[in-house]
C-alpha cells in the first residue's frame, strides 16, 4: 500500500492572481519513490483547523527532475487551496503520497502527434504531457487549445509562450479567454466550433495520435463528442476531470438495509456494518480505517478497490473502464453496496 511521505516546500511562483506553482525538494532515498508518467498526480494531506484533508494535484514538472511541481489554483476560501496560495512558505513541510492516475502518456521513442484541451487549472498535467511528448521525438507535434478567463488568469501562461519558441512548428497553443479580448487569442469558450477549427482548419493535414482533455466536466464531455463525431476512436480520447458534478442523493430503490463488510487494506482486515445507501469510502473512513483516497469525488482514482464477494454499485463512473467493472474494480467514494455482505480489497488493485 501507499504511504505519504514528508516533504519540504523548494519554491512557490504566483502564476497568476489567484494561483501559484510549488516546488517540493525530493531527498535522495525518495527519488525513485516520486518517479512518475507524464500526466500522474500527487496527493497532499494536512491539517487546517483540526481536521484532515486532502487534495489531489496533477505534476506540470518533467519526470527528469530531483523535484516535482504542482500547480494549485485557489478555489476554496479556507480550504487547502487558499492556504496554498496565501499562507504557505518556502521551508513547509507537508505530507505527500507518491505519484498516481491514469490520465497519462508514456514515452517511446517513436513518433506521435497529441491534442490536448484543457480549462483554468486542467492544465497542470497537460504542461507535463505536453514536455515530454516533445522531448521523446524531433518529429512529435503538440496541439493545445486553452481556455480561460483572460491571460491575467492563465496558468504558465510565459512558459506556454516559452515552449512555442523552442518548439516552434512543433507546439502550437491557442488560446481562448471568455471575458476579456485579447491579441492573439479566441474570444469565447471551447466549444465545437474552436475544436474544428483546431483540428479540421488548422491542423487538418496532420494525423493525431491521442487526444487528451482536462477541465470541467462539460467542457470534456463536448470535446469527447465532437471528436467522436469527426470518426476520432474513443480508445484515442483521455480525459481527467478536475471538476465533478455532485453524487446525487436518490439511491436505487433496493438499497435498503444493512450490509456487513470486511475490508482488507495494507494486509489487514477490518469488518464494519453499514447502511446499503451509505456510500463505502464514507462508512470506512468513519471507522477510522486508513483507506486511500483524495478528491471523494469521483474525479481522481486513489479509493479504487477490488469486490472479492458481494455486489456494490456505483452512482457514478467516469475512470473505470467497462473490462476493469467486470473484473470487480470499483471506486469506492461512489458505490454502494447491494448486498447482505461485501468484501473489498484495497491491496488488490
Known amino acids: ?18 494561483s501559484v ?71 513547509d513541510i507537508l505530507e505527500v503520497m507518491p505519484p498516481e492516475g491514469r490520465f497519462t502518456f508514456q514515452p517511446t521513442g517513436k513518433p506521435k502527434n497529441i491534442a490536448a484541451f484543457a480549462a483554468g487549472s486542467g492544465i497542470t498535467p497537460i504542461m507535463s504531457i505536453a514536455k515530454a511528448v516533445l522531448a521523446d521525438n524531433p518529429n512529435n507535434k503538440f496541439v493545445l487549445v486553452y481556455g480561460n478567463k483572460s491571460y491575467k488568469e492563465t496558468m504558465f501562461y510565459t512558459d506556454l509562450a516559452k515552449l512555442e519558441l523552442d518548439y516552434a512548428g512543433r507546439f502550437n497553443v491557442y488560446f481562448i479567454t471568455s471575458q476579456t479580448q485579447e491579441d492573439d487569442s479566441l474570444f469565447g469558450r471551447i466549444d465545437v466550433s474552436t475544436v474544428n477549427y483546431a ?31 469527426n470518426k476520432v476512436p474513443k480508445d484515442k480520447i483521455h480525459f481527467e476531470l478536475f471538476t465533478s458534478t455532485e453524487i446525487l442523493d436518490e439511491m436505487p430503490v433496493q438499497a435498503e438495509g444493512k450490509t456487513e463488510v470486511s475490508v482488507v487494506v495494507d494486509d489487514e482486515e477490518f469488518t464494519l456494518t453499514m447502511d446499503k445507501k451509505e456510500i463505502v469510502l ?30 456494490a454499485e456505483m452512482v ?13 474494480l470499483i471506486l469506492t467514494c461512489q458505490a454502494h453496496p447491494t448486498t447482505p455482505t461485501l468484501k473489498i480489497d484495497y491491496d488488490d488493485v
Open 316 to 328: 457514478k463512473n467516469q475512470i473505470l473502464t467497462d473490462g476493469e467493472i467486470a473484473d470487480g
Open 21 to 91: 506553482a510549488i516546488t517540493f525538494s525530493l531527498p535522495k532515498d525518495l527519488i525513485q519513490a516520486f518517479d512518475f508518467i507524464p500526466g500522474q498526480y500527487i496527493t497532499i494531506k494536512t491539517e487546517l483547523k483540526g481536521k484532515e484533508i486532502r487534495r489531489a494535484y496533477s505534476l506540470c514538472s518533467s519526470p527528469k527532475s530531483d523535484s516535482i511541481t504542482i500547480g494549485v489554483k485557489k478555489v476554496d476560501k479556507g480550504g487547502f487551496s487558499d492556504y496554498a496560495n496565501t499562507k504557505l512558505k518556502v521551508g
Open 199 to 229: 483540428l479540421k482548419n488548422k491542423h487538418k493535414d496532420v494525423n493525431f495520435d491521442g487526444y487528451y482533455l482536462c477541465g470541467p466536466e462539460a467542457m470534456i464531455h463536448l470535446v469527447s463528442d465532437t471528436l467522436q463525431e
Open 282 to 311: 464514507d462508512a470506512v473512513l468513519k471507522q477510522n480505517i486508513d483507506a486511500p483516497y483524495s478528491c471523494q469525488g469521483g474525479v481522481c482514482s486513489s479509493c479504487i478497490a477490488r469486490v472479492t464477494e458481494g455486489k
Open 1 to 18: 500500500m501507499v504511504h505519504f511521505h514528508s516533504l519540504t516546500v523548494k519554491h512557490i511562483k504566483p502564476l497568476t492572481p489567484s
